[in-house]
């Protein structure tokens, strides 16, 4: 039973270390805003978030030593899952910055940030509950 | 932490936009800045921006990697009781783009405004995180 929940709880955390990773990637894109040749990046989450979870925890695990041997690399999705944004209307200077999609996704990662900091807590809360004594209340 | 760098890059960006708003302001200051004696007027100078990576994977700050002159001609008006007229009566002027500034200071100002304000929500999302599991 408590290792289902800390299955459940490690799904969790896995997706809110994703979640901070495309946050700091959104906020790169817009601090570059005006950078000549900056190409905006953005993460694929659903593949990121099936490689971190994909075959059980393990697999998070695993993926997580090996890019902590890596200098520079600290992250849990790798390289692999960053895709550069196509620009919806070409920049002279060859930014591809999207200032409103930009802000539309930073707005929008962070309030799944938010849920996903809902569910843990949702978790723990059950977890404590599950702990308590019938005389506790 | 990751989102701990989010920090950093914004407070590049913010670093970044400020000087560019500095060289903004000094260029519209020297906007009717005449040539002095040399014949050599104020010339608009103008900030690079550069891509500076953090350390960590996808966290790409900014900085300024150099001020350039600008170094087309200055504006010349034919004023020869201006004190500063040459000998054929001509007036130098530096070459700064009065419109161009102000729609540069209008640009800085705002991407100053967007990484203040990405800086606020990972403030608020890092705070939230401190609280996990005490709700």
């Given at each position: 039973m408590i290792n289902r929940l800390g299955d459940s709880l490690d799904f969790q955390s896995q997706a809110l270390m994703l979640r901070s990773e495309r946050q700091r990637l959104l906020a790169s894109n817009i601090a570059n805003a005006?950078?000549?040749?900056y190409v905006a990046r953005d993460m694929d989450f659903t593949a990121a978030l099936r490689e971190a979870t994909g075959s059980g925890p393990a697999a998070g695990q695993a993926l997580r030593a090996g890019l902590a041997g890596l200098p520079g690399q600290g992250g849990?999705?790798?390289?692999?899952h960053l895709r550069y944004a196509t620009p919806s209307q070409s920049n002279l200077d060859g930014n591809s910055v999207d200032m409103d999609r930009e802000r539309a996704s930073f707005a929008d990662n962070s309030v799944k940030y938010e849920a996903t900091l809902r569910f843990i807590n949702g978790h723990v809360r059950t977890m404590l509950d599950a702990m308590k004594s019938p005389q506790q209340g | 932490m990751s989102m701990f760098r989010i920090f950093d890059v914004s407070g590049s960006a913010v670093s970044a936009q400020s000087q560019r708003l500095n060289v903004v302001a000094s260029n519209l200051a020297n906007a009717d800045t005449v040539a002095g004696p040399d014949g050599k007027a104020y010339k608009a100078r103008h900030v690079v921006f550069q891509t500076e990576l953090m350390?960590?994977?996808?966290a790409a700050g900014v900085r300024v990697s150099s001020v350039g002159e600008d170094n087309t001609a200055g504006r010349r008006v034919?004023?020869?009781?201006?004190?500063?007229?040459d000998a054929e009566g001509y007036v130098t002027y530096s070459n700064v783009n009065t419109v161009e500034e102000m729609v540069n200071m209008i640009s800085a100002s705002r991407s100053y405004q967007n990484n203040l304000e990405v800086m606020n929500a990972a403030k608020s999302l890092l705070l939230k995180t401190l609280q996990m599991g005490q709700s």
């Amino acid at each position: 039973m408590i290792n289902r929940l800390g299955d459940s709880l490690d799904f969790q955390s896995q997706a809110l270390m994703l979640r901070s990773e495309r946050q700091r990637l959104l906020a790169s894109n817009i601090a570059n805003a005006d950078t000549p040749g900056y190409v905006a990046r953005d993460m694929d989450f659903t593949a990121a978030l099936r490689e971190a979870t994909g075959s059980g925890p393990a697999a998070g695990q695993a993926l997580r030593a090996g890019l902590a041997g890596l200098p520079g690399q600290g992250g849990v999705a790798g390289e692999a899952h960053l895709r550069y944004a196509t620009p919806s209307q070409s920049n002279l200077d060859g930014n591809s910055v999207d200032m409103d999609r930009e802000r539309a996704s930073f707005a929008d990662n962070s309030v799944k940030y938010e849920a996903t900091l809902r569910f843990i807590n949702g978790h723990v809360r059950t977890m404590l509950d599950a702990m308590k004594s019938p005389q506790q209340g | 932490m990751s989102m701990f760098r989010i920090f950093d890059v914004s407070g590049s960006a913010v670093s970044a936009q400020s000087q560019r708003l500095n060289v903004v302001a000094s260029n519209l200051a020297n906007a009717d800045t005449v040539a002095g004696p040399d014949g050599k007027a104020y010339k608009a100078r103008h900030v690079v921006f550069q891509t500076e990576l953090m350390g960590e994977l996808g966290a790409a700050g900014v900085r300024v990697s150099s001020v350039g002159e600008d170094n087309t001609a200055g504006r010349r008006v034919h004023d020869p009781k201006h004190p500063g007229a040459d000998a054929e009566g001509y007036v130098t002027y530096s070459n700064v783009n009065t419109v161009e500034e102000m729609v540069n200071m209008i640009s800085a100002s705002r991407s100053y405004q967007n990484n203040l304000e990405v800086m606020n929500a990972a403030k608020s999302l890092l705070l939230k995180t401190l609280q996990m599991g005490q709700s």
